[in-house]
């Protein structure tokens, strides 16, 4: 069965970076490979805007942004694509216009992509 495909936005701006933003991504490809989640598609982002807060994902297809994502929540980030985990924690730093305005430019396709990793 082919499961429906889910993508992950990784921001890679200079911000982000500078607080892991690359070996949080690196960890995510790996263990999505380990799993076998081939459905899991992370992807560079060039910023979403909420600097402060980051390292920052966004899965649009759940809605869902990640803040201050660090490698060692990469697992809770595969348990939650797995649906067998909570985020929360990591959303706890999360404005919600802030959170509006991503999904919209999202929504709207003005998002800034990378290539698919
Ligand atoms: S640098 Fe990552 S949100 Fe701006």
Redesign the pocket.
């Known amino acids: 069965m082919t499961r429906p495909q889910i993508e992950v936005f990784v921001?890679?701006?200079?911000?982000?970076?500078s607080r892991g933003?690359q070996a949080t991504l690196e960890r995510l490809k790996r263990q999505l490979k380990d799993r076998g989640m081939e459905h899991v598609k992370p992807a560079s982002i060039i910023?979403?805007?909420?600097?402060n807060v980051?390292?920052?994902i966004v899965i649009p297809s759940r809605r869902c942004w990640l803040s201050g994502v660090l490698p060692e929540d990469v697992p809770d980030v595969v348990a939650y694509l797995e649906g067998q985990a909570d985020v929360a924690h990591l959303q706890q730093h999360n404005d919600p216009a802030l959170e509006e305005m991503i999904f919209d430019t999202i929504d709207a396709g003005l998002l800034d992509k990378g290539e698919s990793e």
Request: aromatic share 6%; glycine share 6%.
């Open positions: 921001c890679m701006n200079v911000n982000c970076r933003a910023c979403f805007a909420a600097c980051g390292p920052n």
